[in-house]
C-alpha cells in the first residue's frame, strides 16, 4: 500500500468520525516520511519522528489545532513533577499507543476543540490529524505521490483537494495564509 494510500484512508476515516483509525494511517505515513527525511537519523524511530514533529510543529499545530505552538513547549500534567514536550507526547502517547496498544494511550483525550491539560490529561482536538496530515503531504519527499479519486480536507472553511499539495509547501502556506517561521511560546 502506498503512502498516499494512507493518507487517503486516514481522510476517509477521519470524516466518517473514526478518529483514532485516521490517527493510525497519518501515523504510519508520518513514519515513512520521516524515515525519508531523515535518514542519517537510521532506525531510531524515536529521534526520527520526534525530529518530524519538531520540524513541522508549526504546520502540526497552525492547521491542525489553529494555534501556533513551538516546537518546543512544554505541558505540564497535573499528574507529573515534570512537563513533557508536545513532541514527545504526539510519539509517545499517539503514535506509539495506536501502533504497539492499538490505542491512543487513555492519558490522551481527543475534543472537540479543546487544548491542554485537565485532570492528568492531555487534551488535543481531534482536528490535530489535519496538520499530521498536511506536514506528511507538503514535504517535498512525498512529491511524486498522487490519491486515486480526490480526497478533500476541510480547513479554515476552504475545501482543499490533497492532490494539490503534494511535495507544495510553501504553495498550502500560501493558499492557507499560513506564517511561517511563527516565533510562537
Known amino acids: 500500500m502506498a503512502l498516499s494510500d494512507k493518507i487517503k484512508n486516514s481522510i476517509k476515516q477521519f470524516y466518517a468520525g473514526e478518529f483514532e ?3 493510525e494511517q497519518v501515523m504510519i505515513a508520518a513514519d515513512a516520511t520521516a524515515k525519508k527525511v531523515y535518514q542519517e537519523i537510521g532506525n531510531r524511530n524515536k529521534e526520527r519522528m520526534e525530529r518530524f514533529f519538531h520540524d513541522n510543529m508549526e504546520m502540526i499545530t497552525g492547521l491542525g489545532m489553529q494555534i501556533y505552538l513551538s516546537s518546543d513547549i512544554t505541558m505540564q500534567n497535573s499528574d507529573s513533577s515534570s512537563g513533557e514536550s508536545l513532541k514527545s507526547i504526539l510519539y509517545k502517547y499517539i503514535r506509539c499507543g495506536i501502533l ?3 490505542e491512543i494511550d487513555p492519558i490522551v483525550e ?3 476543540n479543546t487544548f491542554g491539560c485537565i485532570n492528568g490529561k492531555y487534551l488535543f ?3 490535530l490529524f489535519i496538520g499530521i496530515c498536511l506536514a506528511v503531504v507538503v514535504n517535498k519527499v512525498n512529491a511524486k505521490q498522487w490519491i486515486r479519486n480526490d480526497s ?9 483537494d490533497v492532490n494539490n499539495y503534494w511535495g507544495k509547501e510553501e504553495r498550502l502556506k500560501k493558499d492557507f495564509g499560513f506564517v511561517a517561521n511563527c516565533d510562537c511560546q
Open 110 to 112: 481527543l475534543t472537540d
Open 152 to 160: 478533500l480536507i476541510y480547513r479554515k472553511n476552504k475545501e482543499m
Open 100 to 102: 504497539h496498544e492499538a
Open 21 to 23: 483509525q485516521s490517527f
Open 125 to 127: 482536538p481531534k482536528s
